[in-house]
């Protein structure tokens, strides 16, 4: 091959760069500063920082910013170059061969490579390790070096989610020297390759630094290079009213997990922004048992669907900061079907109607009868987050359409032997993820209902559904995945098997000095964009 | 003294046996398995833990050591607790006894400066209560009294992070420097306070009647030096009591200050416990308590002897 000559160099390099810039000057008006620190109030201590083997839902906003994958997900379904610059998939989807850049360093200095891959998915799926990420590699077989820079997965079966899983913070690739040396104290002194590196623990606050080597971040995001802040400091202040006293003092620059009552103040003030960003799952759901009376009858789930106000459900305990959920995945889900928009909008007309027609009649308004039988509802749900308001709001909202309702809020185990045993007629769900696959086969596959985490709460054991779930798990042809789950998000709806209140989000207030917030898939945050206006 | 602070010292074990015991029951007894709880947490990720098939339930039960005979793990915790293992934190593998003394120091510092305000206001109310019982002063001192009783600490902290760190802007809402430690101070403090306070107003109302104080007046000494000299000296053997008494609601305190407060230490690491079920961590602050408690109260009865002449100890 001719060497390139320096003048052609030139060219090519203006003509892709030039215009590129341009368009980064039309998008930015104000350019970026490098510089400052970013204080974060955080409600909990980052507990685990080893992504191979616990992510806990604190700890992964943390690891995003420590650890890059090897793809990225920019939008629902679609896959980008992360520490792999490019990758192959079998014709039969047991083979994954990826092909790494060449590029990049641990935060220690040790080159990332075939072997640190390997080390990874061997990690992982050693019993030794204790990984609870042992799901995300699936029906992993082994893992094979082919050069330094390229190494492929062989899997034993087709398993459809695995891209996702990559893209997911679970399947980042950590140093494996200092995990040899550290060993279990690498989770409290992690070593990765992402924008930002470990420093040091003060108390319960995190420091991370810029990683000034640091210069293959994904083409998604607004810049190339190193972070442009100085300094992240992760700060664990539990107590809600504590971290706004905080960020209104200007101790921290922004938080997570505001409190929800004083959202709309925050909207209001010029100096502060509210982010919200909604993610991908299975939105909080009450799914209807269908083996139990009443609720084992279609007419009466569909008059539950149609007697929630579920904007109003959200007005009151999420004070208006949600979206309404009118299917079994939220709005930012791969596949995500948006005809089910076309069940059940809030009638209660249309409830009552449904109710009379199944033979449950109320004189004067009191508890509806079918006989001497009173129309009587049992909801359950255990005590976290919001989930005793939201049954207390929905309970009143039922008992206008003359249910008798009940609604036991306890612990989660006692929660779950009320599952097991099928003593109730709603209960309680919601999830994150990035792929469908989860909650659809975790919530909707027969499978699932005495079996895994007893997450199938509807009782449904249909083949019919079994079979899209089962497509959309194998298949690696997207257009398959997409048909059968949306077929999927159709039948859930005309049978009525969930009620759909709103989808997940996370919602940060910040400093109006914190610029170019940026999140991922899931929600979390990306602070390699972010900069200080100053 | 020294023989009698021996037998006091061997006396608490069995005391330190019998606490450790009974928090291993309660936490065996709760129907919440640790294991299950571990898988439940990571459902948000993106691998569905929840999905932890059997064999990984049991290998991760054998592994925490959860799958032995009960009182096979209580031995065995003894036995390494003896040895200064506390056993490894169920979350993250790290070693108890390190998290809980990494912690300590910044519980030790909130209560010890609880303890001064508590005494601190405690002493001045009480007694500027009891020296004129039914004055002005006695009902002031005495309403700020039943408000410090009757105030939850989790409110009290809340409202003075509202007045102190944003209306004012004197405080930082956070931080462990020393002036973010001083809104703790009187959150701990502010409670244990108002019962020293009325304490010593009864007390000292009582002992003002006595006859040693109406010769000490006899004799012609001054009033202050009558009070604190002569009646307080005696009015404080109850409230020397009390403080130790107090010390573990100090204890409890520093669970709720820590957190609203956003502070480190050993209450909130301990909390964090309770929820998610880490039995050594909660096994290992609750054997920390016990130790802290003892001393204190060992303390105590050392402390009579000191403001008490007649009390000698053999």
Redesign the interface.
Known sequence: MARLRPWLVLAIVLIVTVPLAMQESLAQTRAPQRGGTVAFGYIAKPRSLDPNVWTGTSDNMVMRQIYDPLIWSPRPGVYVAGLAAAWQISRDGLTYTFTLRQDVKFHDGTPFNAAAVKFMFDRIADPATRSLQRPAIGPFDRAEIINEYMVAVHLKEPFAPFMANLAGTALSPVSPTAVQRLRDQFAQAPVGTGPFMFEKWEDNDLHLVRNPDYKWAPAFLNHQGPAYLDRLVWKTIPEAVTRMIALQKGEVTAVHFPALDQVAEYKKNANFQVFRKDTPGHPKSMPINIKAAPTDDLRVRQAILYGIDRQKVIDLVQFGNAEVAYGPFTRFTPFYNANVKKYYPYSKAKAVELLEAAGWKTTGGGVRQKGNQRLRLQMIGFASGVNQQLGEVVQAMLTELGFEVTFDVTGYDAFAKRVTEGTYNLSEINFTGLDPNVPAFLMYHSSQILGGGQFNRTKIAEPKADAFIDEGLRATDLRKRKASYEELQTYIMENALVLPLYDNSWLTVARKELQAMSFDQEGRWLFYNVWLQR | MQRYLARRLIQTIPVLLGVSLAVFLMLHAL???PV?????????????????SDE?YQ??RR?LGLDRPLPEQFVRFVWKAVHGDFGKSF????SVGEMLFEQLP?TLRLALAGLSVMLAMGLVLGVAAGQRPNSWLDTASMTVAIFGVSMPIFWLG?ML??VF??WL?LL?????GPAALLLPAITLGFQGSAIIARLTRSSLVEVMHSEYVRTARAKGLRDRRVVLRHALRNALIPVVTVVGLQFGGLLSGAVVTE????R?GVG?LAL?GVIERDFPLVQGFVLLAGVAYVCSNLLVDVFYAVIDPRIRYA
């Open positions: 129907p919440v398995d299950r709880m571990l898988a439940m947490e990571a459902t948000t990720g993106t691998a569905p833990t929840t999905e932890v990984m290998s991760l592994q979350r993250n593998n790290r910044h809340l992070l509202y760190a944003l802007n930082p809402a956070v931080g462990t957190t609203v407060f956003a480190p909130r964090q």
